[in-house]
């Protein structure tokens, strides 16, 4: 049904007041209003993740991505024309970035659609549009594209926004902006290291244009989802192999620990970012080495360390204590798992799978035996995530979830569409829902048995999410981008109500800690609490 009916188009999105152009756009041919003209159109369906990040989006941009880099570069560098080119090149490259999302009568009904330029002048338009020139601090920027209207939509899967600051001549500001659909941290990150050697090289517009007409020339399909990419179950019974696997790992997912959220204000999403300089980051590191761990296992331990020592002292309270232990999620790059044909196609795509991380909600009260839980939690983080990302069965695994959250995200945006229509008439929610629960099953009907009752499923609650971009030094190439000189970088997503995720990465040797999350979602001062606890164990256990 959801193939063979799609909406007409609709007419391009209007760029919200915030995002005005320094100067007056260049004046090209118009070529949006040419409705004569047969494009050629590249479709497909959108894969179980990305459906399921899309619908949750529909109403206010929950999960829109944004990855913002500071930047020192001389001012001839960063002109309209040279910006316009390089994106237009990306969009050519990356056609998930210039797709728009048609979607159907039924909410499961959604596919991207990619109408391919015809000529340099009219990619060049078309990227144009798709992208601002601005005088703008980074608070600013981050402020209003988390918290303002959004700036993305079905219409417009991706948005590059260059900003000068204004308190410094050569210091600048870029975000990349991308529906969580197309995407994820990592093609982020790759597609802006692609922007900023173009950037930093220099040279004439017509070396650019050129630039744009051999990417115009090469045959570019849309990336597969990650679910075709993926190898497919070999036969009936590896999938039921696949499925007793998830069943069992479901029933080992145990966490009973949440942070005290508070309901009725308005989402105001904060960014804390905090980094180490060099000489600091290289003794954490060692540290870590010394003890066997990644920075990443240590910073699950730190943040398992944070929360039981506030849950000893009384600052938060937990339904039955410290007996529950802390589960945090992350997730997975599943990259590596896809097929041979991947490596020809688009890595600007949805590529990952989650797993979740257990650990005890107890501390001992003396602190050389802190010290030791601390190390010991660390070899455990690394424990679960060698055995998850080792497991015979994470294909299988990445499949099944990635059809688990599909359904449930089909159900919920079926559920709000209803909700949304007898409110307003219109079939998108007006608002995300603040907390997503299980919808519930159809009764079944059970024999009297003489079995005794079934126990109570223990909780599997997560106490926050992480994501771990270990060293991003690897993918920006530095010494490559001329005379521009990165100086920072921030990354995350706009959030439903009460959400929260910590970012950890090294970047121009430094480790970064950048905390995201909804400011009047939790009890006044409890996150705050738990933000400088952690700081505070990056002083006190690291050694730093």
Known sequence: MCSSYFSSLVPTMTTTSLFLPLTPPQAYASITDDHGLERPTLTRQLGCNELSYYLPSRADGVNDMYLHLGFHAPSELITPPRVHAIWATQRLKHPLLASRIETGPDASCARFEYVVPE??????????????????????????????????????????????????????????????????????????????????????????????????????????????????????????????????LVAKQIGGQAFPKTKGLDRKTVVPTVSFDEDRTKRILSHCKANGVSVSSAIFALCNIAWARMLARGSVSAEMGAKLPILMYTALNTRPWLDQASKEES????????????????????????????????????????????????????????????????????????????????????????????????????????????????????????????????????????AIKLTELTTGSRQRAGAMLLFSYTFVGKLWLCFGYDENGFERGVVEEFWNELLHGVDEILGA
């Not at 090289?201 to 045959?219: F, T, W, Y």
């Not at 679910?227 to 590896?238: H, V, W």
């Not at 690394?382 to 015979?392: D, H, I, Y």
């Not at 209803?418 to 299980?438: D, F, I, M, N």
């Open 347 to 482: 890595f600007f795509r949805l590529n990952i799978g989650y797993f979740n991380v257990i650990l005890p909600s107890f501390v001992p009260s003396d602190s050389a035996s802190v010290h030791q839980i601390f190390w010991h939690r660390a070899r455990l983080v690394r424990e679960q995530s060698s055995s998850a990302v080792k497991s015979p069965f994470i294909v299988a695994r990445t499949q099944i979830t990635a059809h688990k959250r599909e359904e449930q995200a089909i159900k919920w945006a079926k559920i709000d569409d209803e909700e949304a229509a007898k409110r307003t008439g219109l079939l998108t929610p007006v608002l995300t829902p603040v907390k997503e629960h299980q919808p519930a099953l159809p009764s079944v009907h059970v024999q009297t048995s003489t079995a005794p009752p079934a126990l109570k499923p223990a909780p599997s609650t997560a106490l926050m999410g992480l994501s771990l971009l270990g060293n991003l030094d690897g993918i920006y190439k530095h010494a490559s981008y001329g």
């Open 119 to 248: 000529t340099v002048e009219e990619a060049i338009q078309l990227a144009a549009e798709e992208l601002s020139m601005i005088s703008s601090s980074k608070d600013d920027l981050l402020s209003n594209y988390l918290n303002g209207p959004r700036l993305l939509s079905a219409m417009r899967t991706s948005f590059l926004i260059i900003a000068r600051d204004p308190e410094h001549d050569h210091q600048w500001h870029l975000m990349l902006c991308a529906m969580h659909c197309i995407g994820d941290g990592m093609a982020l990150h790759t597609c802006a290291n692609e922007m900023l050697l173009l950037l930093g090289v220099g040279g004439e517009m017509d070396a650019l244009r050129q630039l744009v007409a051999s990417q115009l020339d090469k045959i570019i399909d849309l990336p597969r989802s990650m679910e075709a990419a993926l190898p497919a179950f070999s036969n009936k019974f590896g999938r039921a192999i696949a499925m007793v696997d998830d069943k069992l």
